[in-house]
């Protein structure tokens, strides 16, 4: 049974830096895409990014290009989510996930291999 941990939310002001951590357990996750999806208050569960198993291959949406960058280990069956130039729109509960590398892409949730419980950011105006 795989489980996902993500740390590293908190409260930063518009314009702060926040790196999230996701970290892997109960089976390697080498031949999984891992990424981030985020749910604001009040409205509907979005992407933010993914990364290849390889770690090669990164997909951005387009509120976050620029700004966020992902990254993994693969030794420590991690990834991260480094985010800069927070907007208060960036406020989100932030989950992590692991499954293939389309299923991202076109939003499958269910088709995803594991979930993250959630970690809050709050950018402040």
């Known amino acids: 049974q795989v489980q996902l941990i993500e740390s590293g939310g908190g409260l930063v002001q518009t314009g702060g830096s926040l790196r999230l951590s996701c970290a892997a357990s109960?089976?390697?996750?080498?031949?999984?895409?891992m990424g981030w999806f985020r749910q604001a208050p009040g409205k509907e569960r979005e992407f933010v990014a993914v990364?290849?198993?390889?770690?090669?291959?990164?997909s951005y949406a387009d509120p976050v290009k620029g700004r966020f960058t992902i990254s993994r280990d693969n030794a420590k069956n991690t990834v991260n989510l480094q985010m800069n130039s927070l907007k208060p729109e960036d406020t989100a509960v932030y989950h992590c996930?692991?499954?293939?590398?389309?299923?991202?892409?076109?939003?499958?949730?269910?088709?995803?291999?594991?979930w993250g419980q959630g970690t809050l950011v709050t950018v402040s105006s």
């Open positions: 996930a692991a499954g293939s590398y389309r299923s991202f892409l076109a939003s499958e949730y269910s088709d995803l291999d594991a």
């Open positions: 109960g089976r390697t996750f080498s031949n999984d895409a």
């Open positions: 990364v290849s198993w390889s770690g090669a291959i990164t």
